[in-house]
């Protein structure tokens, strides 16, 4: 079984939408981080999380510890927001190595 | 903004052929990692390094894998003989210190290996 499971695995949405995905993961961690991949393949971290919420312009990441989720909302949904979302997962202390979801390639159509 | 590089950004190589792939990580920062992305899969974790020397590895990188920071800026990883299954993307990363919180970690633009 995936240590970090992301939903949905694709998913299309028009201009202006708001746009849910979300991170589940069985392991106790001490921090989730919320990336994005483009198409040309360079990976960019979005927000790093350990508790509540936090929010950079239209991006909102939450996370609820005890029920071991996530979700990054986009709201007002431009075309340039297309790319593949990663959720990935501190475990512990030891290394601060990243788990990796699958990721969720998002399109958005103007 | 500082930024972690990488070089080449694109490599191709014969099976068999040992590959030298280059980050320059943030200046002030102390950690570093190597991951890997085979095309159409889940980013994967090979080895961080601090102190000069590997402090985690994973299954996949085993004796034909080698990292190194030669000259305090640079941070290279190896693999001696490659295979066609190393071609994938390879990500550096760093952070600006080993300890008991969490830090954001910092992505160079990766290189991507063709092995032929």
């Known amino acids: 079984k995936n240590e970090v499971e992301q939903s949905p695995q694709n998913l299309t949405a028009q201009e202006g939408e708001f746009i849910t995905i979300n991170c589940s993961y069985s392991?106790?961690?001490?921090?989730l981080h919320w990336l994005q991949q483009h198409p040309g393949g360079g990976i960019v971290s979005l927000f790093m999380?350990?508790?509540g919420k936090k929010k950079h312009g239209r991006l909102i990441a939450t996370i609820n510890i005890q029920e071991k989720h996530s979700s990054l909302h986009i709201t007002a949904s431009h075309p340039r927001d297309s790319a593949v979302y990663i959720c990935?997962?501190?475990?512990?202390?030891?290394?601060?190595?990243?788990?990796f979801g699958a990721g969720t390639i998002l399109r958005v159509k103007s | 903004e500082p930024e972690v590089t990488q070089t080449p950004s694109h490599q191709v190589t014969q099976m068999g052929q040992e590959v030298i792939l280059r980050c320059v990580p943030i200046?002030?920062?102390?950690?570093f990692y190597w991951y890997r992305q085979i095309l159409g899969q889940k980013v994967e974790f090979l080895v961080s390094?601090?102190?000069?020397?590997?402090?985690?590895k994973s299954e996949i990188f085993d004796d034909q894998f080698s990292v190194e920071r030669p000259d305090g800026s640079n941070f290279t990883l190896k693999i001696r003989s490659t295979k066609l299954e190393d071609s994938a993307m390879y990500f550096c990363?760093?952070?600006?210190?080993?300890?008991?919180?969490?830090?954001?970690?910092?992505f160079g633009p990766g290189t991507r290996l063709t092995v032929t």
């Open positions: 990935a997962v501190i475990r512990g202390e030891y290394g601060n190595k990243l788990v």
């Open positions: 392991v106790g961690i001490s921090a």
């Open positions: 999380l350990s508790s």
């Open positions: 200046s002030n920062h102390l950690y």
């Open positions: 390094f601090y102190n000069n020397e590997i402090s985690e």
């Open positions: 990363a760093s952070i600006p210190l080993y300890g008991s919180r969490s830090y954001e970690q910092y």
